[in-house]
């Protein structure tokens, strides 16, 4: 009689001898005296839930992680400044989207011009590597029978984002992860492009602006979802 369960708030409490309360785990901990590790794993299996095993980072990769980050920080600016010299498609935001400065400030919005390598040309000039690039996922490795194989590019790679707008993706931290891009030119395809898969981008791991909505979601109880950037 002196134990209650909310199932609103998945908590519970005990008003008799013990006087503790928690949630589930807590509740499975006391009861068969398991640690929480322990106590996860058994709810995990019972709910068909995998776990994945978290592997620490190591010096050496933290720093290369860190050393991507720093370069797709490079590329926002990069991008930014593209976007304020292309009056068409601030136009197209300001105009037709009816995004404020403020709001392209906010979010980082930049622009990739076309052509295949002024990235490439551009972070190469000041130290980048290729492969550092094709890392980050800016960059794009041809496929000699590709029609790419044709352009005047000499490198192995060309520009992963071509005339296209740019949303910087950050993670729930806040560090820059990766690119969104949309299409100026209906004609192009496909009409969104993301970064690939790279050692600190997962698309279905990240969802955007999450860093920015974290607080207000908590001060709300209350998040809104919606599609595209």
């Given at each position: 009689?002196?134990?209650?369960?909310?199932?609103?708030?998945?908590?519970?409490?005990?008003?008799?001898?013990?006087?503790?309360?928690?949630?589930?785990?807590?509740?499975?901990?006391?009861?068969?005296?398991?640690?929480?590790?322990?106590?996860?794993?058994?709810?995990?299996?019972?709910?068909?839930?995998?776990?994945?095993?978290?592997?620490?980072?190591?010096?050496?990769l933290k720093e290369a992680h860190e050393h991507l980050r720093v370069l797709l920080?490079?590329?926002?600016?990069?991008?930014?400044?593209?976007?304020?010299?292309n009056n068409t498609v601030l136009t197209y935001l300001r105009e037709k989207r009816g995004l404020e400065d403020a709001?392209?400030?906010?979010?980082?919005?930049?622009?990739?011009?076309?052509?295949?390598?002024?990235?490439?040309?551009?972070?190469?000039?000041r130290g980048y590597s290729e492969q550092e690039l094709i890392d980050s996922g800016l960059?794009?490795?041809?496929?000699?029978?590709?029609?790419?194989?044709?352009?005047?590019?000499?490198?192995r790679s060309f520009d992963r984002f071509r005339n296209r707008i740019m949303f910087p993706i950050r993670d729930e931290?806040?560090?820059?992860?990766?690119?969104?891009?949309?299409?100026?030119?209906?004609n192009d395809i496909p009409k969104f492009l993301n970064s690939p898969e790279t050692p600190i981008f997962t698309k279905g791991k990240i969802l955007y602006g999450l860093d920015r909505a974290r607080k207000p979601i908590r001060t709300v109880d209350q998040a809104v979802i919606v599609e595209g950037y």
């Amino acid at each position: 009689p002196a134990f209650v369960v909310w199932p609103e708030t998945g908590t519970w409490r005990c008003f008799g001898a013990c006087n503790e309360g928690g949630d589930i785990f807590k509740f499975v901990m006391k009861r068969e005296g398991l640690d929480f590790k322990e106590a996860l794993n058994k709810l995990a299996a019972r709910a068909g839930v995998q776990l994945d095993e978290f592997q620490r980072e190591t010096p050496e990769l933290k720093e290369a992680h860190e050393h991507l980050r720093v370069l797709l920080e490079d590329a926002l600016v990069y991008y930014r400044s593209q976007l304020f010299n292309n009056n068409t498609v601030l136009t197209y935001l300001r105009e037709k989207r009816g995004l404020e400065d403020a709001t392209i400030e906010t979010f980082g919005l930049g622009y990739a011009p076309v052509g295949y390598d002024n990235a490439l040309k551009h972070f190469t000039e000041r130290g980048y590597s290729e492969q550092e690039l094709i890392d980050s996922g800016l960059l794009t490795v041809r496929d000699s029978e590709s029609q790419f194989s044709t352009q005047s590019v000499q490198s192995r790679s060309f520009d992963r984002f071509r005339n296209r707008i740019m949303f910087p993706i950050r993670d729930e931290n806040g560090k820059m992860a990766g690119f969104g891009a949309r299409i100026v030119d209906p004609n192009d395809i496909p009409k969104f492009l993301n970064s690939p898969e790279t050692p600190i981008f997962t698309k279905g791991k990240i969802l955007y602006g999450l860093d920015r909505a974290r607080k207000p979601i908590r001060t709300v109880d209350q998040a809104v979802i919606v599609e595209g950037y």
